[in-house]
T-cell receptor
Framework: KAGVTQTPRYLIKTRGQQVTLSCSPI?????VSWYQQTPGQGLQFLFE???????NKGNFPGRFSGRQFSNSRSEMNVSTLELGDSALYLC????????????FGPGTRLTVT | GENVEQHPSTLSVQEGDSAVIKCTYS??????FPWYKQELGKRPQLIID?????GEKKDQRIAVTLNKTAKHFSLHITETQPEDSAVYFC?????????FGAGTTVTVRA
């Protein structure tokens, strides 16, 4: 089975711009979660989607949004980028049950200048 | 919300020795506790997990224990090898969300 894939792998953006990141889960997995990883804050939960519905959201400003498509692929969008948004954005896929065995993609490294 | 604390932040061990990493969590509703290993520049990799109805689980050289009453869980690595050098994260799962500890950088000295 192919693993979780994320595109693009690297992005450089300017403050004020917006960005869209994509995640394709493992075949058969219906849940996609997004995490932000930074040296200072560690791994922080952004949101989780299952069957196109957001089931939980972390403590991030409204500039961070996401969605999931009927084929379980997910995108996250960050609008009005700030320097502090520079991070590794990881998505993880799981079957979606109540015990969350999650498998991570390689991440998208976002640099905001 | 859930708060996961992880100790120590760094750990240096001699090859062949054991390594122990400890985590505590705050929310008694958390029911699943995975451990991830992240090598430099790579994705976090699930190495072992434990569910709330189990006290201990072992997989070759790694084992995890869970004490629900005390709300803490631990990772034990025996007979450490150079390839065990990485950052290890504990996490607690509740309400479709993983809350992570801050990570432990493990260095295995040859």
């Amino acid at each position: 089975k192919a693993g979780v894939t994320q595109t693009p792998r690297y992005l450089i953006k300017t403050r004020g711009q917006q960005v869209t990141l994509s995640c394709s889960p493992i075949s058969g997995h219906r849940s996609v979660s997004w995490y932000q990883q930074t040296p200072g804050q560690g791994l922080q939960f952004l949101f989780e989607y299952f069957s196109e519905t957001q089931r939980n959201k972390g403590n991030f400003p409204g500039r961070f949004s996401g969605r999931q498509f009927s084929n379980s692929r997910s995108e996250m969008n960050v609008s009005t980028l700030e320097l502090g948004d520079s991070a590794l954005y990881l998505c993880a896929s799981s079957l979606g049950g109540t015990e969350g065995e999650q498998y991570f993609g390689p991440g998208t490294r976002l640099t905001v200048t | 919300g859930e708060n996961v604390e992880q100790h120590p932040s760094t750990l240096s061990v001699q090859e062949g020795d054991s390594a122990v990493i400890k985590c505590t969590y705050s929310d008694s509703a958390s029911n699943y506790f995975p451990w991830y290993k992240q090598e430099l520049g790579k994705r976090p990799q699930l190495i072992i997990d434990i569910r709330s109805n189990v006290g201990e689980k072992k997989d070759q050289r790694i084992a995890v224990t869970l004490n629900k009453t005390a709300k803490h869980f631990s990772l034990h690595i025996t007979e450490t090898q150079p390839e065990d050098s990485a950052v290890y994260f504990c996490a607690a799962f509740d309400d479709y969300k993983l809350s992570f500890g801050a990570g432990t950088t493990v260095t295995v000295r040859a």
